[in-house]
T-cell receptor, first 115, second 117 residues
């Protein structure tokens, strides 16, 4: 059974804290993604990584950074959390190319609240 | 700019009834279209993936259609069950001409379906 696991389901952090969201996949996928999901806005891509140590900005990278030191792990970092980063964060992974019949698998999500 | 529009935003139906969700897209160059189901508080789970040449694809009580000429897709749910209550997200994949990662996913905002007894 394929699996994308996010380290926390719920997280509450204070403004200004450094926050780490971890994602691990066991499918040996090259591609990994971080999205945030907000009501009325749908899923928006923050960053993605197509290989170890490689990363590319998505649509809304401001205020975030990422780390991919190992193939199976992709971390999202909020350098200094702010209240407008309160959201549901979703990690996903896939084989290269998102081609036909190449599935993108999602984790269960982390609901982050910044107070 | 690539866009995916879904309608309706929300829908309430009685258990056992059928319903159809719509997805219109302006994404190019088109690669494939996916429908995901997202239960509350969970990550999305894939229902179907359709390529340019496919008109219809079924997954149990879910049937997706694709009209690549009009750039429209629909998801039809037959004999709805309470467990069908979820958000349904349409996602279109497009080839990228530049930058790493050969494909880009554009997400619709989803249709929230509530099935009531």
């Amino acid at each position: 059974d394929v699996k994308v696991t996010q380290s926390s389901r719920y997280l509450v952090k204070r403004t200004g804290e450094k926050v780490f969201l971890e994602c691990v996949q066991d499918m040996d996928h090259e591609n990994m993604f971080w999205y945030r999901q907000d009501p009325g806005l749908g899923l928006r891509l923050i960053y993605f990584s197509y290989d170890v140590k490689m990363k590319e900005k998505g649509d809304i990278p401001e205020g975030y950074s990422v780390s991919r030191e190992k193939k199976e792990r992709f971390s999202l970092i909020l350098e200094s959390a702010s209240t407008n980063q309160t959201s549901m964060y979703l990690c996903a992974s896939s084989l290269p190319g998102i081609e036909v019949n190449t599935e993108a698998f999602f984790g269960q999500g982390t609901r982050l609240t910044v107070v | 700019k690539n866009q995916v529009e879904q309608s309706p935003q929300s829908l309430i139906i009685l258990e056992g009834k059928n319903c159809t969700l719509q997805c219109n897209y302006t994404v190019s160059p088109f690669s494939n279209l996916r429908w995901y189901k997202q239960d509350t508080g969970r990550g999305p789970v894939s229902l179907t993936i359709m390529t340019f040449s496919e008109n219809t694809k079924s997954n149990g009580r879910y049937t997706a259609t694709l009209d690549a000429d009009t750039k429209q897709s629909s998801l039809h749910i037959t004999a709805s069950q309470l467990s069908d209550s979820a958000s349904y997200i349409c996602v279109v994949s497009a080839k990228k001409y530049s930058g790493a990662g050969s494909y880009q996913l554009t997400f619709g905002k989803g249709t929230k379906l509530s099935v009531i007894p």
